[in-house]
């Protein structure tokens, strides 16, 4: 669970996180689009491409690949874990 806390450390990363909650399933290269135009970030696809590695190892994001173009994808059961972890049975 730890990697989840590293992961959400990083405003990029939240945003990423963002930009693949409201359309899942986008390039590095519509990634790269998104955040430059609607949060005016203009890091390089390499950098962006670690990022997303980052998110990846921690459960956050997969990805597969569509011949040349690899795709990424949300995952939010890590965030879920950490929900349930604080919040109190109603059973209880």
Do not use: N
Request: proline share 3%; hydrophobic share 35%.
């Amino acid at each position: 669970m730890g990697d989840v806390y590293q992961a959400l450390a990083d405003s990029t990363r939240r945003l990423i996180l963002d930009e693949l909650t409201d359309q899942d399933g986008q390039s590095l290269f519509e990634l790269c689009g998104r955040l430059a135009m609607r949060h005016g970030i203009t890091s390089t696809r390499q950098a962006i491409s670690q990022h997303l590695a980052v998110l990846e190892q921690a459960g956050l994001v997969s990805s597969q690949r569509t011949g040349r173009t690899k795709i990424h994808h949300i995952h939010s059961e890590p965030l879920r874990a950490i929900v349930e972890r604080w919040t109190p049975d109603p059973k209880d």
